[in-house]
């Protein structure tokens, strides 16, 4: 309300510096001041705000009625005797606020989820979106000739010719998935290990309402001794009831990922229907939030982690999702557009 207020303000100033004649400023006098006019108005409507608010705008609204008051005023005299004051200034008033920017709801939310990891001991590492094929795919217990590479096939990049600087001796891709960042956190550390890899991901993806070619993932990783797929249900569980509230109904299902064994998808109730079905859920009355299992013996071993001793589980979930169902957003397409309507919601 502060900031219409600071308008009509600001808008009556001109207008009534601009006025050129009495009958003109009779005309602004009942356009700002009269029983219909939008301060009026607003004036009626300070009762509604909370009670902690209502002063100090009251205080505003007040102050702008008398400047608008004293200013139509000193006009008409002005009018009279053109040696009046010509300009309307009220110093007391209070200034105008710049416009602030804010962070982007995904950033927000990918802070939210950091957060809540890093209050169960877990540490945010990050890796290159420009990848290794080795580390995207090979050392993830997919091989070349797999067909999950053709699920996930992806641009390669080349070095440019001549660029002597940077001699291309492994296949680099843009990563299709954050899982990489599993086996290069690795190769620095030593169990127990417990980190989540957020960041940006890229697939050949015809775009529509849930799908995009370019888009973020969370990774998770946490290996140590005797680390079993209750740990992994229990930690999920967790995360999705500090995201979406205590009475969330989780579902967990076997699923196949090259990197895990077992391989598990968590489910939620659909936020939206309550379960009923609708477009959201593909009718289905649940929607699938992410990826998990417990880490594969090879993988284990191409992280160099001795698996008789120690085992993990591994999870990715789709952040944009995430972020549109705890929002009530219905494309994700809107994060990536820039349009301001939609960013100034958050
Ligand atoms: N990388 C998988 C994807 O992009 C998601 C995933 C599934 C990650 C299972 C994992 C996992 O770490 O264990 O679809």
């Given at each position: 309300?502060?900031?219409q ?5 600001e808008?009556a100033?001109?207008k009534?510096?601009r ?17 219909k006019s939008?301060?009026?108005n607003?004036l009626r409507?300070?009762?509604n705000l ?10 505003l ?30 110093r ?17 939310f990918i802070?939210l989820?950091?957060?809540?990891f890093i ?9 290159p979106?420009?990848?290794?094929a ?17 699920l996930?096939d992806t641009?390669?990049?080349k ?5 002597k ?12 998935q954050?899982?990489?960042v599993?086996?290069?956190a690795?190769l620095k ?6 980190l989540?890899?957020?960041?940006r ?20 990783l ?8 209750t740990d ?9 009831k500090r995201?979406?509230g ?7 299902r ?5 990197f895990?064994?077992p391989?598990?998808d968590?489910d ?9 079905g609708c ?14 299992g417990l ?6 071993k191409?992280m ?15 952040l944009?999702r995430l ?6 957003v219905?494309?994700?397409r809107?994060?990536?557009l820039g349009?301001?309507?939609?960013l100034?919601?958050?």
């Amino acid at each position: 309300m502060k900031d219409q207020l600071k308008s009509i303000y600001e808008e009556a100033k001109i207008k009534i510096e601009r006025a050129s004649d009495s009958a003109e400023l009779e005309r602004l006098f009942i356009e700002y001041l009269g029983r219909k006019s939008k301060l009026t108005n607003l004036l009626r409507n300070i009762k509604n705000l909370p009670v902690q608010e209502r002063g100090e705008t009251g205080n505003l609204a007040n102050r702008i009625r008398q400047a608008i008051e004293s200013g139509i005023r000193t006009r008409r005299q002005g009018l009279k005797a053109p040696t009046g004051h010509k300009t309307l200034i009220d110093r007391t008033l209070p200034g105008i606020m710049p416009a602030l920017g804010h962070y982007h709801p995904l950033t927000k939310f990918i802070r939210l989820v950091e957060s809540i990891f890093i209050s169960m001991g877990f540490e945010v590492v990050s890796g290159p979106e420009i990848e290794l094929a080795k580390y995207n795919f090979d050392l993830l217990n997919i091989p070349q000739d797999h067909p999950a590479r053709d699920l996930w096939d992806t641009y390669y990049i080349k070095a440019a010719q001549g660029n002597k600087s940077f001699e291309q001796k492994e296949q680099l891709l843009l990563r299709t998935q954050t899982s990489p960042v599993q086996i290069r956190a690795m190769l620095k550390r030593q169990p127990p290990v417990r980190l989540i890899a957020p960041g940006r991901v890229f697939r050949h993806e015809a775009t529509d309402s849930s799908h995009e070619s370019t888009f973020y993932q969370c990774e998770g990783l946490v290996i140590d001794a005797g680390v079993k797929v209750t740990d992994l249900i229990g930690t999920l569980s967790i995360f999705l009831k500090r995201i979406f509230g205590e009475n969330v109904k989780i579902r967990v299902r076997p699923e196949y990922y090259p990197f895990v064994e077992p391989g598990l998808d968590f489910d939620i109730r659909c936020q939206l229907c309550g379960g009923q079905g609708c477009s959201v859920c593909s009718q289905r009355g649940w929607l699938e939030i992410l990826g998990s299992g417990l880490v594969h013996p090879v993988v284990l071993k191409n992280m160099g982690v001795d698996s008789k001793k120690f085992s993990g589980f591994a999870f990715g979930l789709g952040l944009d999702r995430l972020m549109m169902l705890s929002n009530g957003v219905k494309d994700i397409r809107l994060s990536y557009l820039g349009d301001l309507r939609f960013l100034r919601q958050f």
